[in-house]
């Protein structure tokens, strides 16, 4: 389960880039044109930093990198 500030869910509709923070400290950017991807907020372990409503950016560091 994510750990999120308030247990707001994520608008995934907001959404223009995932950055998805490797372990070591490298990170994989995706432009989102819409669609969900594979990428299901609700399912996947570890943390986000949903910053969607000032820039489209959402951040989700993996359980044990976050």
Do not use: W
């Amino acid at each position: 389960m994510l750990t999120r500030l308030f247990n707001q869910p994520v608008d995934m509709s907001k959404v223009s880039t995932l950055v998805y923070h490797l372990p070591d400290g490298p990170a994989v950017s995706v432009q989102v044109d819409g669609n969900e991807l594979l990428f299901d907020p609700d399912m996947e372990l570890g943390d986000i930093c949903d910053t969607t409503d000032i820039d489209g950016v959402l951040h989700f560091f993996p359980k044990g990198n976050a």
